[in-house]
Nanobody, 118 residues
């Protein structure tokens, strides 16, 4: 099982980044997918989630209207489009996959750093 995040980096406040999580080793369409983030000294928090098979989404209040999560079941990818980035969005972003039937089964990526300068 592999979840590989990409697309992180350094961006100025107000800029955009697009994170991609590419997965392998399990049946992607069976899994709810989420993005979490963890800033230094803070707990990991849910940023956005997209369910399977309905594709319904939910977002943390702090990112609503700025971030968009989507998934491509044919390509086994989930993306997080981040617009209007703020310094408070600086964190390591993690991809998570949770089995929609066996909810105790979940997998994590290694994380990708997003840094927003003011």
């Amino acid at each position: 099982v592999q979840l590989v995040e990409s697309g992180g980096g350094l961006v100025e406040s107000g800029g955009s980044l697009r994170l991609t999580c590419t997965v392998s080793g399990f049946t992607f369409s069976r899994y709810h997918m989420s993005w979490y983030r963890q800033a230094p000294g803070k707990e990991r928090e849910l940023v956005a989630a997209i369910s399977s098979p309905s594709g319904s989404t939910n977002y943390a209040d702090s990112v609503k209207g700025r971030f968009t999560i989507s998934r491509d079941n044919a390509k086994n990818t989930v993306t997080l489009q981040m617009n209007s980035l703020e310094p408070e969005d600086t964190a390591v972003y993690y991809c998570n996959a949770r089995d929609r039937i066996l909810s105790h089964v979940d997998y994590w990526g290694q994380g990708t750093q997003v840094t927003v300068s003011s």
